[in-house]
């Protein structure tokens, strides 16, 4: 069994999940209440909130926040300064926290670096969202996103590589179908 490593300047508080071989770095903070899953990576000041879950394998890169009703299924990876929002229209004076979307980042999504998630979105299995992107609509599983906003430029594998026309991936030789406008992999 793998043992949970918390660098002593992180603060994690009562009441938080935390699974086992989960490593969290220097100046991370998880409120209590959040659940994060077993062998998942919390880099340099990230910050989770008492009602956000993580999965099991999860990657998050230095100096992201995942607030409150952000869900992230297992093996995603979140790249540095990565941006997540939970209100649609906030105000510092106008008390939101009834209002808050849900966000949901299915198995294996990449999100770059930089890139904003506007919350009530899904990003879909296996996608990849590209550095500095700006998420503003659901996206299909397997599909590259890219740009503010960002658009679909591509397909990517569930190796993260983007697939040619013939939708076969060149490093693992997977075969992908497209059927009205979502890829899956052929059994």
Sequence with gaps: MNETQIHPTAITDPGSEIGSGTKIWHFSHVMSGARIGENCVLGQNVFIGGKAIIGTGVKIQNNVSIYDSVIIEDDVFCGPSCVFTNVINPRSFVERKNEYKITTIRRGATIGANATIICGVTIGEFSMIGAGAVVTKDV??????????AIQKGWVSKNGVVLNDDLVCPKTHEKYQLVNGELTILK
């Design 140 to 149: 299909p599983a397997h599909a590259l996103m890219m740009g503010i906003p």
